[in-house]
């Protein structure tokens, strides 16, 4: 049974992607729609909100292209998007403290939350690309 359980949870690139994909929707709804309608809440201009909003919907139709790829080349897509959001990450966190002076308690709190969530995906990422190059003929 406890093997049947680990292999439910197996982490497949496709599943990856999708989640990725999802994840990167929910960032932009709520930078672009719901944080603009509050930018004044959270301390970050609007069209900063915009920009990082942006982003997450190309990463979001990257997702989409990826996942009809190949197995093979899915491991490259893979770490093209891990590495996509860890330097999503460094910008959002370059913006946070760019607008520090502006940036409220609320605003710091969901910048450092979606850069944990985006890292953490983005390590899931690079270690399955990993572990599926490794189980690919050379």
């Known amino acids: ?21 999802v994840g ?3 960032s932009a709804f709520m930078l672009g729609v719901l944080w603009v309608r509050f930018d004044h809440v959270v301390g970050i201009p609007t069209d900063t909100l ?24 899915q ?3 893979l770490r093209i998007i891990a590495l996509a959001n860890l330097s999503y990450c460094l910008l959002s966190l370059g913006f946070a403290w760019h607008h520090h002076e502006t940036l409220t308690v609320l605003g710091w709190t969901y910048i450092i939350g979606e850069v944990i969530i985006v890292a953490s995906l983005a390590y899931l990422e690079l270690k399955q690309a990993k572990k599926q190059k490794e189980l690919s003929p050379h």
């Open 24 to 26: 990167a929707l929910i």
């Open 50 to 73: 915009y920009l990082l909003a942006a982003i997450p919907i190309l990463f979001a139709l990257f997702d989409l292209i990826a996942i009809r790829q190949i197995v093979a080349q």
């Open 1 to 21: 049974m406890e093997n049947k359980d680990k292999q439910s949870f197996n982490l497949t690139p496709k599943k990856l992607f999708i989640f990725d994909g």
């Open 75 to 77: 491991i490259q897509f």
